[in-house]
């Protein structure tokens, strides 16, 4: 099958435990790993493009990688954070 992934598996634990009937539905039908999969292919894109859509918000350019690059690393860490909580509560968590 196709790779579930990290957001995948997450996103597992919490229908198992949260979202019983869809489990067992999805379970039961065999389309749990294609569900799972494509939910992660839709966590990675939506993550690049909140990535992107952040850094240019906030000015993390690579004019500003070439100028200061502790300043670019710290910024991008901090964007990647926040695309990621966006992506939990969007996707994963629901």
């Given amino acids: 099958g196709r790779p579930i ?3 995948g ?3 597992l634990r919490y229908i198992r435990k949260h979202k019983v009937g869809l489990y067992a539905e999805l ?3 065999g389309k749990l790993n294609d569900y799972l ?7 990675e894109a939506m993550f690049s493009q909140l990535v992107k859509l952040l850094a240019e918000m906030e000015g993390v350019t690579e004019v500003l990688k070439a100028e200061n690059q502790m300043l670019w690393v710290q910024k991008m860490d901090n964007l990647r954070n926040t695309a990621m909580e966006i992506v939990l509560n969007e996707l994963i968590y629901r």
């Fill in 9 to 11: 598996q997450r996103h």
């Fill in 37 to 43: 999969a494509d939910l992660n292919e839709q966590a």
């Fill in 5 to 7: 992934g990290i957001c």
């Fill in 27 to 29: 379970l039961t039908t």
